[in-house]
């Protein structure tokens, strides 16, 4: 059996830097500050580093191109900096204080009526492998690399001490998004305060988050912008909201519309959804929470709804499944245009990262000529700014989504 290693904190001083030096022709991609090194990329490297260790890197005539942390695997360097630094904590404390005033560009920070919001978005912020989301003063923090989760608790430390912002709890929930290959042990839990689940706001709107049990950080905050758009669509209409988790977009809808029905095959967030519905709603007939398969729910929708929500789970994580992905999100919208009422409205949606943009869209496509409805496309949505998109690493682009108008 394979023993669990747990690494001692990383001691910044202590280090004599590994070097990884790069073949010929491949430091191309790092001069156009992409932030990854493949392992393929790599000729050398003088000595041995541990998973986690900051490397410096170096092109083939050992001129000097990046620091980063050591991973071995297919990814072998996430970088953190193009220019020579310790990489220590005042350069973190830095790059997350640049990530804090860029939501405050955004509005985000002290906004009364939006408690939540991505606060670190990995790569988008510069910062690979370290995702922070903020739930009125509770951060919760997933890290994807073993590098990032050696230093967790200071960056526990820096979080605790931001300009403007108020923390009382800093919860790391890392222990199913540290590469399992690596062996290393982590379990979820409090590096700072303790807090329980609570209501946060999202443009007006409550939520009970759970961050504990619930999906990713707790609560899907990358669909804040989708949601305030569904309501130019929902007053007086009949709407199914379709892989609903915790009720985010059913929330929305239930401002004006005239019936609302979430669907999820998860007991616990359809619980949730109906709680949500309850603190914003009370108990309010127009709305009715189904916990089933959503695939078997829309065998029997056929002219029951005016506006359909499709927001279903990642169907491709590696780009080996693509097909079938693709496949999927075909058979998914080809029911939805199919059933839907005419003058009807769907907010269709795809996580997966590796299903680009046109792909989706060509899935969305096949579905609609495979049935004898005129579709047009009226919105094309992403995800929202505080999840940005480092323009030198497009991976970092994962949600997108079409508004529908069928006819
Ligand atoms: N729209 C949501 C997020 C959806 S996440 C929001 O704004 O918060 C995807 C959801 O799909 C998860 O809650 C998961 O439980 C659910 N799910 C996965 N497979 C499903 C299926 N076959 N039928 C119904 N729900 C499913």
């Given at each position: 059996m394979e023993v669990p290693i747990l690494c001692p904190p990383f001691n910044y001083h202590s280090l004599e830097r590994v070097r990884i030096i790069l073949k010929?022709?491949?430091?191309?991609?790092?001069?156009?500050?992409?932030?990854?090194?493949?392992?393929?990329a790599i000729k050398k490297i003088y000595g041995s580093p541990a998973e986690g260790d900051l490397v410096d890197v170096f092109d083939s005539k050992e001129e000097f191109l990046a620091t980063g942390h050591y991973q071995p695997g297919s990814i072998s360097v996430r970088i953190l900096s193009f220019e020579q630094t310790e990489a220590g904590i005042d350069f973190l404390r830095n790059r997350?204080?640049?990530?804090?005033?860029?939501r405050k560009l955004l509005g985000l920070v002290g906004n009364p009526s939006t408690n939540v919001f991505r606060l670190v978005h990995a790569e988008g912020d510069n910062l690979p492998g370290l995702i922070a989301d903020y739930y009125n003063g509770v951060i919760v923090l997933q890290m994807h690399s073993v590098g990032m989760y050696r230093i967790r608790n200071d960056l526990a430390e820096i979080f605790t001490d931001l300009p403007g912002l108020t923390i009382t709890a800093v919860y790391d929930k890392s222990e199913s998004t540290i590469p399992y290959m690596s062996g290393v042990a982590g379990a979820n839990g409090f590096l700072f305060g303790s807090a329980d689940p609570a209501v946060v706001t999202e443009n007006g709107f409550k939520f009970m988050v759970d961050w504990k049990t619930g999906?990713?950080?707790?609560?899907?905050?990358?669909?804040?912008?989708?949601?305030?758009?569904?309501?130019?669509?929902?007053?007086?209409?009949?709407?199914?909201?379709?892989?609903?988790?915790?009720?985010?977009?059913s929330v929305y809808a239930m401002k004006d519309a005239s019936l609302v029905h979430t669907v999820d095959s998860s007991g616990p967030a359809i619980e949730l959804a109906d709680e949500n519905i309850r603190l914003n709603y009370g108990d309010n007939r127009r709305h009715e929470s189904f916990t089933t398969n959503a695939f078997e729910f829309m065998n029997d929708i056929g002219g029951k709804y005016d506006l359909i929500i499709l927001d279903p789970p990642a169907f491709a994580k590696h780009n080996n499944v693509l097909g079938n992905a693709l496949q999927g999100y075909k058979r998914l919208n080809m029911k939805a245009i199919e059933m839907i009422r005419p003058g009807?409205?769907?907010?269709?949606?795809?996580c997966s990262q590796v299903v680009t943009k046109e792909n989706f869209r060509k899935s969305v496509f096949a579905a609609a000529a495979n049935t004898?409805?005129?579709?047009?496309?009226?919105?094309?949505?992403?995800?929202?700014?505080?999840?940005?998109?480092?323009?030198?690493?497009?991976?970092?682009?994962?949600?997108?989504?079409l508004v529908l108008y069928v006819e």
């Amino acid at each position: 059996m394979e023993v669990p290693i747990l690494c001692p904190p990383f001691n910044y001083h202590s280090l004599e830097r590994v070097r990884i030096i790069l073949k010929s022709g491949k430091e191309q991609s790092v001069h156009r500050y992409h932030p990854w090194i493949f392992s393929g990329a790599i000729k050398k490297i003088y000595g041995s580093p541990a998973e986690g260790d900051l490397v410096d890197v170096f092109d083939s005539k050992e001129e000097f191109l990046a620091t980063g942390h050591y991973q071995p695997g297919s990814i072998s360097v996430r970088i953190l900096s193009f220019e020579q630094t310790e990489a220590g904590i005042d350069f973190l404390r830095n790059r997350i204080r640049d990530a804090l005033d860029f939501r405050k560009l955004l509005g985000l920070v002290g906004n009364p009526s939006t408690n939540v919001f991505r606060l670190v978005h990995a790569e988008g912020d510069n910062l690979p492998g370290l995702i922070a989301d903020y739930y009125n003063g509770v951060i919760v923090l997933q890290m994807h690399s073993v590098g990032m989760y050696r230093i967790r608790n200071d960056l526990a430390e820096i979080f605790t001490d931001l300009p403007g912002l108020t923390i009382t709890a800093v919860y790391d929930k890392s222990e199913s998004t540290i590469p399992y290959m690596s062996g290393v042990a982590g379990a979820n839990g409090f590096l700072f305060g303790s807090a329980d689940p609570a209501v946060v706001t999202e443009n007006g709107f409550k939520f009970m988050v759970d961050w504990k049990t619930g999906q990713k950080t707790g609560f899907f905050i990358d669909q804040r912008e989708n949601r305030k758009l569904l309501n130019l669509f929902t007053s007086g209409k009949r709407v199914l909201n379709l892989f609903g988790y915790t009720g985010g977009f059913s929330v929305y809808a239930m401002k004006d519309a005239s019936l609302v029905h979430t669907v999820d095959s998860s007991g616990p967030a359809i619980e949730l959804a109906d709680e949500n519905i309850r603190l914003n709603y009370g108990d309010n007939r127009r709305h009715e929470s189904f916990t089933t398969n959503a695939f078997e729910f829309m065998n029997d929708i056929g002219g029951k709804y005016d506006l359909i929500i499709l927001d279903p789970p990642a169907f491709a994580k590696h780009n080996n499944v693509l097909g079938n992905a693709l496949q999927g999100y075909k058979r998914l919208n080809m029911k939805a245009i199919e059933m839907i009422r005419p003058g009807g409205i769907i907010f269709t949606f795809s996580c997966s990262q590796v299903v680009t943009k046109e792909n989706f869209r060509k899935s969305v496509f096949a579905a609609a000529a495979n049935t004898s409805r005129k579709v047009r496309i009226l919105h094309q949505l992403s995800q929202p700014p505080d999840h940005p998109v480092n323009i030198y690493h497009p991976e970092s682009e994962y949600l997108k989504g079409l508004v529908l108008y069928v006819e």
